[in-house]
């Protein structure tokens, strides 16, 4: 179970960070990921964190790679996404989704939240 | 990056009769483990997208038997056997073989 928040309305150049809580599944040795979608369109990877036990590293897709950082709180099994200088272009829902969960091995977003919508005008 | 492209991007169908995508990769999809990370999604309105296809052709959990998933290297596919109802909404591919993750463009599937 995962379930996104923060999303909201900011200006062009404004910061926003994004939650996602997890529950139901062994967090800290999942592999998380954002994916967005803007108004009508395709889903977007933006970018992951891997588990502790892989070095807890960060990768990120090329449009937000410098503005957007994932990281996680394995204590409190929460998921973020810090967003600065944010763009129009960013408008989207925002997904946080797991990887290889359910099925180990699979690489395939097996678990996906609801989404929180991020608009920036 | 890998680009991902479907076909076709819109397909209506008639209830109880067959659908099938067309994904196709940018560049093979095997992996250097022997592996093809390539998956396929569906998203119904206003719902998040949801797992039904993962390595080609293995259904994920709760997945019914009518879709299937099949193709190797570049080309792959999802069929369904007897569209219903519940079956409308948006199907993406997306490979996990090489990072960043891409997906299709996605393909509307719409009853007739």
């Known amino acids: 179970h995962l379930v996104e928040s923060g999303g909201g309305l900011v200006e062009p150049g404004g910061s926003l960070r994004l939650s996602c809580a997890a529950s139901?599944?062994?967090?800290?040795?999942?592999?998380m990921n954002w994916v967005r979608q803007a108004p009508g369109k395709g889903l977007e990877f933006i970018g992951r964190i891997k588990s502790k036990s892989f070095g807890e590293t960060p990768e990120y897709a090329a449009p937000v790679r410098g503005r957007f950082t994932v990281s996680r709180d394995d204590s409190t099994n929460t998921l973020y996404l810090q967003m600065n200088s944010l763009k129009t272009e960013d408008t989207a829902m925002y997904y946080c989704t797991t990887d290889s969960i359910v099925v180990a091995g699979t690489w395939a977003f097996d678990i996906w939240g609801q989404g929180t919508m991020v608009s920036v005008s | 990056d890998i680009v991902m492209t479907q076909a076709p991007l819109s397909s209506p169908v008639t209830l109880g009769q067959p659908a099938s995508i067309s994904c196709r990769s940018s560049q093979s999809l095997v992996h250097s483990d022997g592996n093809t990370y390539l998956s396929w999604l569906h998203q119904r309105p206003g719902q998040p997208p949801r797992l039904l296809i993962y390595?080609?052709?293995n259904r994920f959990s709760g997945v019914p038997d009518r879709f299937s998933g099949s193709g190797a290297g570049t080309d792959f596919t999802l069929k369904i056997s007897r569209v219903e109802a519940e079956d409308v909404g948006v199907y993406y591919c997306?490979?996990?073989?090489?990072?960043?993750?891409?997906f299709g463009q996605g393909t509307k599937v719409e009853i007739k």
């Open positions: 390595k080609i052709s």
């Open positions: 139901g599944f062994t967090f800290r040795n999942a592999f």
């Open positions: 997306m490979q996990a073989t090489q990072f960043p993750q891409t």
